[in-house]
């Protein structure tokens, strides 16, 4: 199993376009994350899918959309990039109402540069 | 901000030693959980205390929750080199979300 996997791994953008951050699972989890890793600031939740078909916010979903495709992969869209949103990003997924309590597992993560 | 703080923000030791890392959250849990990240990857699972619990063993990993105080701590004994990394804290309310620290960064010298 590849676990959870993210694309591109680098990516260095202009301030105003735009680009969708790929994400996709094979652990056949219900639960899907997108995170925010800034300097000194841990991790920040941007949105989370509990199940497919739903998306919900997170603490800073502002500039960021989602699309949870179907029960495998969970795309994160920048519509309009901005420095600001320099920063690295992680994947998550989770098998929650399993027994598990809720452990997540991670992507190595993408990291993205606005100019 | 939810985030939880913790401390210290780094730390560094000698081979051999013990390694203590705590934890404070902000709101009521049902679990708390400690993660690794090694540089440049992504987190990985340690381990997870209920709220019901007070303490946990995982190898060399030993977890304590204290939910009166709303703290959490970490430790490592007999550190390794391989053992320098970041370490996370992160508390689960009664969502599938959950709230991260800021991190303290171990440093473990040969």
């Known amino acids: 199993n590849a676990g959870v996997t993210q694309t591109p791994k680098f990516q260095v953008l202009k301030t105003g376009q735009s680009m969708t951050l790929q994400c996709a699972q094979d652990?056949?989890?219900?639960?899907m994350y997108w995170y925010r890793q800034d300097p000194g600031m841990g991790l920040r939740l941007i949105y989370y899918?509990?199940?497919?078909?739903?998306?919900d916010k997170g603490e800073v979903p502002n500039g960021y959309n989602v699309s949870r495709l179907n029960k495998r992969e969970f795309s994160l869209r920048l519509e309009s990039a901005a420095p600001s949103q320099t920063s690295v990003y992680f994947c998550?997924?989770?098998?929650?109402?399993?027994?598990?309590?809720?452990?997540?597992?991670f992507g190595p993560g993408t990291r993205l540069t606005v100019l | 901000s939810q985030q939880g703080e913790e401390d210290p923000q780094a730390l560094s030791i000698q081979e051999g030693e013990n390694a203590t890392m705590n934890c404070s959250y902000k709101?009521?849990?049902?679990?708390l959980q400690w993660y690794r990240q090694n540089s440049g990857r992504g987190l990985v699972h340690l381990i997870l205390i209920r709220s019901n619990e007070r303490e946990k063993h995982s190898g060399r990993l030993r977890v304590t929750l204290d939910t009166s105080k709303k703290s959490s701590s970490l430790l490592i004994t007999a550190s390794r080199a391989a053992d320098t990394a970041s370490y996370f804290c992160?508390?689960?309310?009664?969502?599938?979300?959950?709230?991260f620290g800021k991190g303290t960064k171990l440093t473990v010298n040969p």
């Open positions: 998550a997924s989770s098998d929650r109402g399993r027994g598990h309590g809720d452990t997540q597992y």
């Open positions: 992160a508390s689960q309310g009664g969502s599938e979300k959950l709230v």
């Open positions: 709101t009521s849990i049902n679990n």
């Open positions: 652990m056949n989890h219900n639960s």
């Open positions: 899918s509990a199940s497919e078909g739903t998306t």
